[in-house]
């Protein structure tokens, strides 16, 4: 198993420019989300799926896209990048609600936007 | 909305010494779940301990372990024993029992001295 893959490790930006961060699991988890880490400011909530088609937003939704067509794929889109979304992004899966059911994290991806 | 603190942004213990975090969290259910997670410079989220909110005794792993207080909704991990390995950012979680979604506080970064 891969666990949780992220592509691309790194990405610079232009303010204005679009893309699309790709979340992938292999051990079919229902649950996926996106987080983003600022300095001094933990883990925020972006945007979340229970399953296939259904998603749903999180703490800090503005700016960003997500879909959630197959189970194994939860893409985060920038649709027009911003200096305020420079951070380092984590995609996180799991089975479900069961306690025992750990989230996964993947190794994140490191965002500048100039 | 539930809330966690972690009032210690900076910790620093002997290597082989003990050292406590701190984590106090804020909400009005009664069902949920705790974790650590450690986030070595490598990024990778890391599992480290987990608590369920019914449950009286106090989880531990191995060096880890933590204190489950639910009436003054305070929530922290000792390391025991403390390694070079364990220099690391903290971060303290919730997670309601009717869904997935985390809430981080905003980390303690621990530097282990040898």
């Known amino acids: 198993n891969a666990g949780v893959t992220q592509t691309p490790k790194f990405q610079v930006l232009k303010t204005g420019q679009s893309m699309t961060l790709q979340c992938a699991q292999d051990m079919n988890h229902e649950y996926m989300s996106w987080y983003r880490q600022d300095p001094g400011m933990g883990l925020r909530l972006i945007h979340y799926s229970v399953g296939a088609g259904i998603t749903d937003q999180g703490e800090v939704p503005n700016g960003y896209n997500v879909s959630r067509s197959t189970t194994e794929d939860f893409p985060l889109r920038l649709l027009s990048a911003a200096p305020s979304q420079t951070s380092v992004y984590f995609c996180?899966?799991?089975?479900?609600?069961?306690?025992?059911?750990?989230?996964?994290f993947g190794p994140g991806t490191r965002l500048t936007v100039l | 909305a539930q809330t966690v603190t972690q009032s210690q942004p900076e910790m620093s213990v002997q290597e082989a010494e003990t050292v406590t975090l701190s984590c106090t969290y804020d909400?009005?259910?009664?069902?949920?779940?705790l974790f650590w997670y450690k986030q070595p410079p490598s990024r990778q989220m890391i599992l480290v301990i987990r608590q369920e909110a019914y449950k009286q005794q106090n989880a531990t792993e191995n060096r880890f372990s933590v204190n489950f207080q639910k009436a003054a909704k305070s929530f922290s991990l000792k390391i025991s024993d403390s390694q070079l390995g364990d220099a690391a950012m903290y971060f303290c979680?919730?997670?309601?029992?009717?869904?997935?979604?985390?809430?981080f506080g905003k980390g303690t970064k621990l530097t282990v001295n040898p």
């Open positions: 909400t009005s259910e009664s069902d949920y779940y």
């Open positions: 996180a899966s799991s089975y479900g609600t069961a306690f025992r059911h750990e989230q996964f």
């Open positions: 979680a919730y997670r309601s029992s009717a869904s997935e979604k985390l809430v």
